[in-house]
C-alpha cells in the first residue's frame, strides 16, 4: 500500500468521493495540517488513527492536506499520489497544480451539464428544445466576439468571467444536442481535449526536450499535422475565418515548410508592395501589403487581428 494524500479544503468535504473515503479508512494512519478539519472527527468515528502535524508518510499511511498547501506540491514532486477527487491526473505533479480548482470544476460542470439537460428535455424550456447545431451558430460567434471585446476593453474580472460563461454555456449546449442522439457529451468533449493536450506536450508530459516557446509551437503543428493526416500544410484552414487572421494562419503553417521572413525582410516587402499599390489600378498590390503588413505583425510577435480591432476601438471611441 503506497502513501496517499488526499488535498481537500474543510468546505469541500462533501465533494469527497467513495474510493477516498475508503482509501483513507484503510490506512494505519491519517495526518492532517490542521485540527479543525471536518474529515479529522469522521475518521476517529470510524477508528483511525489520526494525527496533526508534518511527519513524514510511511508506505501506509495518508494525509489530508489542504489543495493550496505548499507542501502538497513538494510531496508530488517526491512522487507520492496526490488525489483531486473524480478527476483522474496523468501524474502527481500535475495533481497537485490543478487541486485548488479541480473539485469546484468538476461539480460546477456536473451543474451545467445537469441544467442544459433540464432546458432541452419535455418539461424544460420550448425555445431551447427549438434549437439545433446550425440554429447556434451565430450565438457561438457572437458570444467569441464578446469575449475578445472584454480582452480589448481590459475588463479582466466579472465582465471576462460573465463573456467565457456565454462561451462554455455554447459548448454544453451543442454537446447536450448530440448526447440526445448518442454521438457524444459533455463529459467527452472534455476527455477528447484533456488527451490531445497531453500528446501535444510530451515536453510536459514526456520526455522531449524543447528549447523554447518557438519549438514547442512547432512541434504542436507537427503532431496537428499527424494526427489529422493533412494533404499540405494549408488543409484544415476555416473558409470562413476573417481575411487577415487566415493569412495570420497560412503564414504560421508555411513556417513548417521554410517561410519565415524576419521583421527587416517583412518591412522591405511592405514597402516595396505599398510603392506599388501607390501606381496601380488594381487591389492586388494592396493586397500584398496587407498581407506582408501580418508578416511584419508575425516577426514582432503580435496577433495582426487583435492589433486592428483595439485600434477600430480607439478610433472609435475619438469620434463617440
Request: one cysteine or more; charged letters at 30%.
Amino acid at each position: 500500500m503506497t502513501a496517499l494524500v488526499v488535498a481537500l479544503a474543510p468546505d469541500e468535504t462533501g465533494l469527497l468521493t467513495l474510493d477516498e473515503w475508503d482509501a483513507l479508512r484503510s490506512r494505519r494512519r491519517v495526518l492532517f495540517e490542521r485540527s479543525d478539519h471536518p474529515l479529522v472527527a469522521r475518521l476517529e468515528e470510524a477508528g483511525v488513527d489520526v494525527a496533526v502535524g508534518d511527519d513524514p508518510l510511511g508506505e501506509d499511511e495518508a494525509a489530508v492536506m489542504e489543495p493550496g498547501s505548499p507542501r502538497l506540491l513538494e510531496l508530488a514532486r517526491a512522487g507520492i499520489r496526490i488525489s483531486i477527487g473524480p478527476a483522474s491526473p496523468p501524474d502527481p505533479v500535475s495533481a497537485a497544480r490543478g487541486a485548488p480548482i479541480a473539485r469546484r470544476a468538476a461539480a460546477a460542470t456536473a451543474d451545467l451539464a445537469t441544467v442544459m439537460a433540464r432546458l432541452r428535455s419535455s418539461d424544460g424550456c420550448p425555445w431551447d428544445r427549438e434549437q439545433s447545431h446550425e440554429s447556434l451558430r451565430v450565438h457561438l460567434i457572437e458570444e467569441a466576439h464578446e469575449v475578445l471585446e472584454a480582452i480589448d476593453k481590459g475588463q479582466f474580472g466579472e465582465e471576462l468571467e460573465d463573456e467565457l460563461g456565454d462561451v462554455l454555456l455554447q459548448v454544453a449546449f451543442h454537446a447536450q444536442l448530440a448526447s440526445e442522439d448518442g454521438r457524444f457529451d459533455l463529459a467527452g468533449v472534455a476527455d477528447r481535449i484533456v488527451a490531445k493536450l497531453l500528446r501535444r506536450h510530451p515536453h510536459v508530459f514526456g520526455d522531449v526536450e524543447v528549447s523554447g516557446a518557438g519549438e514547442v509551437v512547432r512541434n504542436w503543428e507537427a503532431l496537428k499535422s499527424e494526427e489529422k493526416e493533412r494533404a499540405g500544410p494549408f488543409e484544415g484552414i476555416p473558409g470562413s475565418l476573417p481575411a487577415l487572421l487566415t493569412a495570420y494562419k497560412v503564414q504560421k503553417r508555411a513556417a513548417q515548410v521554410g517561410f519565415e521572413p524576419d521583421a527587416r525582410e517583412a518591412r522591405t516587402n511592405l514597402l516595396a508592395s505599398l510603392d506599388r499599390a501607390g501606381s496601380s489600378a488594381s487591389g492586388d498590390d494592396l493586397g500584398e501589403s496587407l498581407f506582408w503588413l501580418v508578416a511584419v505583425a508575425r516577426a514582432a510577435g503580435v496577433d495582426p487581428e487583435g492589433a486592428l480591432l483595439r485600434a477600430i476601438t480607439k478610433f472609435r471611441a475619438r469620434y463617440e
